[in-house]
């Protein structure tokens, strides 16, 4: 399984996915699909599109992953979880199937979604990559439109080690004759993503082009936006209750996307992508994208785990201005962790821990890589422990942020 022991598990090979779909009779062509894919950004764009998809009154499936508490977060409809009873016939009935074709993990929990949202009869599902594009499972979709978020690095082992490489990986996703749209446009790579557009002969979209996204505010638990539509003011005061100050990259890709699949015959209202980016988090479910978990002190976190993404969390620290802040910090092992390290501010007070996971960098071993860089602070064997710690140690003006890993986030007991 990738997510519990990291890379040896990563199949480079649709065969899998296309046996078992064959063999449940091609459900991914059931229903209506957006696909996105990115470094980040993918999952926030993937959730706010479900919701405003769903605000517009269509049946809404939503595949995402990996999960942070329970298996069930990662297939959704109209934002309610995948039922266990369902889960368990699945692998009851098609246990034969999955011992001959030998699938992976996430393998097998892809086409659980195809096959789900097919019986349930969904209008549109939004489906998030899992890994890469190319060659991730999902990609045996024929989707209405291609998203593309932020481009960054991440899993270079498996998708590279430039970022042209990691792109090409992405944009393996753009379909022949069908809108991609790239949320950031990146200078190093845009021929990347033009290349394999004239390829397909697919109209291609650089979301920022058109698209134009200014705070207007920015709240503890939200955000209100103005956005801009060839030069004219199109949404006036748009409120989201997504709190990262990421997601204003994330939001031209995803507001584009809707403008195109408007074009594609469905009807989406002002109002409804209104209603959508403001109650994205209650609709659809979203968990650990710079969320609050208690005041006195402020405690946040984030599942933000690689350069790009914790830029973008020590940029928003910043933002509070905050005495003092103490952070619960774990990392995986397939991960360059010292990269990361070295952006972290040393006057921090740092509490290292180690997920329950395999793939987990062991705790030694982190603050080890952490004092070779100037970091100080004590290791903890378990993420509830050095939450406990700075608990104990942080004052009610201070901040405490909880990440550096998924893993970590999907270890918090509140969430």
């Given at each position: 399984?990738?997510?519990?022991?990291?890379?040896?598990?990563?199949?480079?090979?649709?065969?899998?996915?296309?046996?078992?779909?064959?063999?449940?009779?091609?459900?991914?062509?059931?229903?209506?699909?957006?696909?996105?894919?990115?470094?980040?950004?993918?999952?926030?764009?993937?959730?706010?599109?479900?919701?405003?998809?769903?605000?517009?009154?269509?049946?809404?499936?939503?595949?995402?992953?990996?999960?942070?508490?329970?298996?069930?977060?990662?297939?959704?409809?109209?934002?309610?979880?995948?039922?266990?009873?369902?889960?368990?016939?699945?692998?009851?009935?098609?246990?034969?199937?999955?011992?001959?074709?030998?699938?992976?993990?996430?393998?097998?929990?892809?086409?659980?979604?195809?096959?789900?949202?097919?019986?349930?009869?969904?209008?549109?599902?939004?489906?998030?990559?899992?890994?890469?594009?190319?060659?991730?499972?999902?990609?045996?979709?024929?989707?209405?439109?291609?998203?593309?978020?932020?481009?960054?690095?991440?899993?270079?082992?498996?998708?590279?080690?430039?970022?042209?490489?990691?792109?090409?990986?992405?944009?393996?996703?753009?379909?022949?004759?069908?809108?991609?749209?790239?949320?950031?446009?990146?200078?190093?790579?845009?021929?990347?993503?033009?290349?394999?557009?004239?390829?397909?002969?697919?109209?291609?979209?650089?979301?920022?082009?058109?698209?134009?996204?200014?705070?207007?505010?920015?709240?503890?638990?939200?955000q209100v936006y103005d956005v801009y539509l060839n030069g004219s003011l199109w949404l006036a005061s748009l409120q989201s209750d997504l709190a990262g100050v990421y997601q204003q990259y994330n939001l031209p890709g995803v507001l584009k996307s809707l403008l195109l699949l408007r074009e594609r015959g469905f009807?989406?209202?002002?109002?409804?992508?209104?209603?959508?980016?403001?109650?994205?988090?209650?609709?659809?479910?979203?968990?650990?994208?710079?969320?609050?978990?208690?005041?006195?002190?402020?405690?946040?976190?984030?599942?933000?785990?690689?350069?790009?993404?914790?830029?973008?969390?020590?940029?928003?620290?910043?933002?509070?201005?905050?005495?003092?802040?103490?952070?619960?910090?774990?990392?995986?092992?397939?991960?360059?962790?010292?990269?990361?390290?070295?952006?972290?501010?040393?006057?921090?007070?740092?509490?290292?821990?180690?997920?329950?996971?395999?793939?987990?960098?062991?705790?030694?071993?982190?603050?080890?890589?952490?004092?070779?860089?100037?970091?100080?602070?004590?290791?903890?064997?378990?993420?509830?422990?050095?939450?406990?710690?700075?608990?104990?140690?942080?004052?009610?003006?201070?901040?405490?942020?909880?990440?550096?890993?998924?893993?970590?986030?999907?270890?918090?007991?509140?969430?």
């Amino acid at each position: 399984m990738f997510q519990r022991i990291g890379n040896i598990a990563f199949k480079k090979s649709l065969d899998n996915i296309i046996a078992l779909c064959d063999a449940f009779g091609l459900p991914q062509h059931k229903f209506k699909t957006v696909h996105v894919a990115g470094t980040n950004g993918k999952g926030s764009s993937s959730h706010m599109l479900a919701a405003v998809l769903q605000s517009a009154g269509y049946k809404t499936g939503l595949y995402t992953s990996p999960h942070l508490k329970s298996f069930t977060e990662r297939v959704r409809v109209n934002g309610a979880e995948l039922p266990q009873d369902y889960l368990i016939r699945f692998v009851e009935q098609h246990k034969e199937l999955f011992e001959q074709v030998k699938p992976s993990f996430f393998e097998m929990t892809v086409a659980l979604a195809f096959q789900y949202f097919a019986d349930e009869q969904v209008d549109v599902a939004v489906i998030e990559v899992g890994l890469g594009g190319r060659l991730d499972s999902t990609n045996i979709i024929s989707p209405e439109l291609s998203l593309i978020t932020n481009i960054g690095f991440d899993h270079q082992a498996l998708l590279g080690d430039t970022l042209p490489e990691i792109a090409g990986e992405k944009a393996g996703i753009i379909k022949p004759h069908t809108p991609a749209v790239i949320s950031t446009k990146q200078a190093d790579i845009v021929q990347v993503f033009e290349h394999k557009a004239a390829a397909e002969q697919s109209p291609l979209y650089f979301a920022t082009d058109s698209i134009l996204v200014q705070v207007r505010e920015q709240q503890l638990e939200g955000q209100v936006y103005d956005v801009y539509l060839n030069g004219s003011l199109w949404l006036a005061s748009l409120q989201s209750d997504l709190a990262g100050v990421y997601q204003q990259y994330n939001l031209p890709g995803v507001l584009k996307s809707l403008l195109l699949l408007r074009e594609r015959g469905f009807i989406i209202s002002d109002e409804a992508i209104r209603q959508g980016i403001a109650n994205a988090k209650t609709i659809t479910g979203l968990k650990g994208r710079w969320q609050v978990l208690g005041f006195n002190p402020l405690t946040v976190c984030d599942t933000g785990h690689n350069v790009d993404g914790i830029k973008q969390i020590l940029a928003q620290l910043h933002s509070l201005k905050p005495k003092q802040v103490h952070m619960v910090f774990g990392a995986v092992n397939d991960k360059d962790v010292t990269t990361i390290l070295q952006l972290l501010p040393k006057a921090y007070t740092y509490y290292f821990c180690q997920a329950q996971i395999p793939r987990a960098l062991p705790v030694g071993e982190l603050q080890g890589k952490a004092r070779q860089v100037g970091l100080q602070g004590e290791a903890y064997a378990t993420v509830s422990a050095a939450i406990a710690a700075a608990r104990g140690n942080a004052k009610p003006d201070e901040v405490i942020f909880i990440g550096g890993s998924t893993f970590v986030v999907a270890e918090i007991d509140e969430l």
